[in-house]
């Protein structure tokens, strides 16, 4: 039975974090992920690059930031062949919406606005159309106080439930800025479920949907298009005979 792989896809590094790749990567594969994306956000001066380790994965991406919504498009025009994960920081209604209606972005971070949790129906659809996540920050919860903290519960639970209902991907991220901002997945699991996530809502938003995302960015050999693969007689004879992995397809019943 293949085990599940866990993915924290919005991870910030020096100069935009306190540590670096090697360090960031070093404490996520102990707590037992099999990948990071570093996303420092696109006005960091530098980037780091993309690398692999004794098995484990740092993917290169962006957390582009922008306040006017024409400006963003050709930002993410700029960024998208050169990472693997395309995040936009939200939190504004216009960029939001830019956002979700831009099939070029992976996902939709921080969507809360100062009036609301940022998601709506109009723009849960369009999330869907596109393939593009909402991001669940889990760092809202782990440094929220008070107030702050029962606001980012309330908009979760809420964007959980319209997500839900227009099968819209979601994701969990740490945002984390340093080591120590890290948490382990079944700990992100468990917390998932402080707003209202199912267990397999909880495991696929942190491994199968965060693995799609890395997959579509980066194909496999004998990739050609959208829908479209070379695969070898010997793998399709495989595949025809094995049976379902119970886990993977537990995890993957939800979006």
Do not use: W
Not at 39 to 44: E, L, P, V
Not at 112 to 138: Q, W, Y
Not at 231 to 255: F, T, V, W
Request: with cysteine; hydrophobic share 40%; charged share 25%.
């Amino acid at each position: 039975m293949a085990r599940l792989q866990f993915y924290d896809l919005n991870v910030h590094s020096i100069p935009d974090g306190k540590n670096t790749p090697p360090e960031m990567a070093a404490l996520a594969k102990h707590f037992g992920y099999a990948g990071i994306a570093i996303t420092n956000h696109s006005n960091t001066e530098s980037k780091p690059s993309e690398f692999e380790a004794n098995g484990f994965e740092v993917f290169g991406g962006v957390e582009i930031v922008s306040k006017n919504a024409s400006k963003l498009h050709g930002l993410i025009g700029k960024y998208r062949k050169n990472v693997d994960v395309l995040v936009v920081h939200g939190g504004d209604e216009n960029i939001n919406r830019a956002a979700v209606e831009n099939k070029n972005v992976d996902i939709l971070a921080h969507p809360m606005t100062p009036k609301d949790s940022g998601l709506n129906h109009v723009l849960a659809r369009s999330a869907c159309e596109n393939n593009v996540a909402i991001e669940f920050n889990l760092d809202a919860i782990f440094k929220g106080r008070g107030g702050r903290r029962v606001h980012a519960l309330s908009y979760f639970r809420k964007n959980v439930e319209i997500a839900r209902k227009f099968d819209v991907p979601m994701i969990i991220t740490s945002n984390a800025a340093s080591r120590f901002d890290l948490r382990a997945p079944r700990e992100m699991m468990a917390l998932a479920g402080l707003f209202g996530m199912d267990k397999n809502e909880a495991i696929a938003a942190i491994s199968t949907i965060p693995a799609g995302i890395i997959a579509r960015n980066r194909p496999r050999s004998g990739f050609i298009r959208e829908g479209v693969e070379v695969i070898d007689a010997d793998d399709m004879d495989c595949d025809m005979n094995s049976e379902p992995d119970n886990e993977l397809k537990e995890a993957g019943g939800s979006n």
